[in-house]
């Protein structure tokens, strides 16, 4: 009887656990972290079980060096803020276009774009994703099955709002008046 008391307890915990910031579990994915040049980190627990595909590019770029320096060169308040073009004008990528992972175009991606999700950005061709991102700053569910979501923010969502809040040149460029630059992005593990 207290041996099975023990396992149901055990296993309340586990289920507690598995949701929680820093709890660890089996499941769990690379993370990364960026750095901002003010010294701001966003760390993120890529999610490989949704968008191997994804996470797999992503990886190969951060491990590349590909994002530091780069900036996020568009703003939305009360959306998101985007990041991952190496000429800074939402025109640019790496040399390579990976699959959209989304229901739109064939795959079950069951990530939901709530506050804090990071996800691919693309063109109007469900497979022109390619190096840049974005990350969620207020819940976003209307991209569902549109958009490759791959992950979230696990500490850091102070840094995304502050980002958020920069001044921009509103419009459909939403560009920061002052570039908000990229130190770094690493894998941490």
């Excluded at 207290?2 to 149901?8: D, F, P």
């Excluded at 966003?42 to 994804?54: M, S, V, Y």
Aim: hydrophobic share 40%.
């Amino acid at each position: 009887m207290k041996k099975t008391r023990l396992a149901v307890i055990a296993a309340q915990i586990l289920a507690l656990c598995a949701g929680a910031p820093g709890c660890s579990s089996a499941s769990s994915g690379p993370k990364v972290e960026i750095e901002m040049r003010d010294g701001g980190k966003i760390q993120l627990e890529l999610d490989k079980k949704n968008a191997p595909i994804t996470v797999d590019n992503f990886i190969s770029l951060v491990s590349s060096g590909f994002y530091d320096g780069l900036t996020f060169h568009r703003i939305i308040p009360d959306f998101m803020i985007q990041g991952g073009d190496p000429e800074g004008t939402g025109m640019g990528g790496s040399d390579a276009n990976i699959k959209g992972e989304f229901s739109a175009n064939g795959v079950n991606n069951k990530i939901s774009h709530v506050r804090g999700v990071i996800s691919m950005a693309r063109s109007q061709s469900f497979d022109s994703a390619s190096s840049q991102f974005f990350i969620t700053n207020a819940d976003s569910i209307f991209l569902d099955g549109q958009y490759a979501a791959f992950g979230k923010v696990i500490s850091g969502m102070d840094v995304v709002d502050r980002i958020s809040a920069v001044p921009t040149t509103g419009g459909d460029e939403n560009s920061p008046l002052e570039p908000v630059v990229i130190k770094s992005v690493r894998v941490i593990s």
